[in-house]
């Protein structure tokens, strides 16, 4: 019962891998107890393949994820904030294959009402940590292209730049962080330089001075952007 058939050597034909349960609309490929829309299930590896054959170099093999408000029959435009879709990485946490739990997932949201001249979007890429079930935003690319790692709904923003062969170095910004943007200098800068700012998050390589003012002994005061020593003091 619920085997799809086919054509066997002229005779109906029907597989236990190939199963639609009619009262659930579930389509089972490698399983007879499908448990969402579209199941594919193997004992090994599960692999799908999309290909295309063209001389056309802009057409690819495509996967789409579409959005729509209301129902099919009477849909309206998605607003800001409607997930358009979602990647979920699952895995069995219990002996039986329904016992799953989403440890990891990629999400895509429209950031304003959708209209033939307005799409923003953007995109949120979510982790578990160890020892936990709660599943929260790590990292997400804004609708104005900004890559923001670390949200106030989750983690403190932190890079770890990992060596070749040994060593990690962490780059953090305080819980508290305040809003601002640094801007690097477009040079490399000269051996012994510094980087200050003007400011406003502007950077610029300066020298450090590294000889004092006046004599043996005199306490140093700004002179001029310089080291000044006097004798007096």
């Not at 891998?17 to 007879?32: I, K, R």
């Not at 829309?37 to 004992?43: A, G, K, L, M, P």
């Not at 950031?111 to 982790?127: A, K, L, M, N, Q």
């Not at 450090?208 to 140093?220: E, L, N």
Request: glycine residues 14%.
């Amino acid at each position: 019962d619920h085997q799809i058939q086919f054509n066997n050597s002229s005779s109906f034909g029907g597989c236990a891998q190939l199963y639609w349960d009619h009262v659930n609309s579930y389509l089972g490929l490698g399983c007879s107890n499908p448990i969402v829309n579209f199941e594919i299930s193997s004992d090994t590896a599960s692999h799908s393949r999309i290909s295309s054959f063209s001389d056309t170099v802009g057409n690819g093999s495509g996967f789409t994820f579409s959005r729509g408000r209301g129902t099919r029959a009477a849909c309206t435009p998605v607003t800001s904030g409607t997930l358009l879709g979602v990647i979920n990485f699952n895995g069995v946490y219990q002996n039986n294959d329904t016992d799953t739990i989403t440890g990891v997932q990629i999400k895509g949201f429209a950031d304003e009402t959708w209209s033939g001249t307005g799409s923003g979007s953007y995109i949120s890429f979510i982790t578990t940590a160890t020892a936990s079930v709660t599943k929260t935003e790590r990292m997400r690319i804004t609708s104005a292209g900004v890559l923001q790692i670390g949200l106030a709904t989750g983690a403190t923003g932190k890079i770890n730049l990992v060596g070749t062969t040994s060593g990690t170095v962490g780059l953090s910004v305080a819980d508290a962080a305040g809003t601002w943007t640094m801007k690097l200098p477009t040079t490399v800068g000269t051996s012994g330089y510094f980087l200050q700012t003007d400011g406003t998050g502007v950077t610029t390589w300066a020298a450090a001075s590294a000889s004092p003012g006046g004599s043996d002994h005199q306490i140093q005061f700004n002179n001029s952007s310089s080291f000044g020593g006097c004798a007096q003091l």
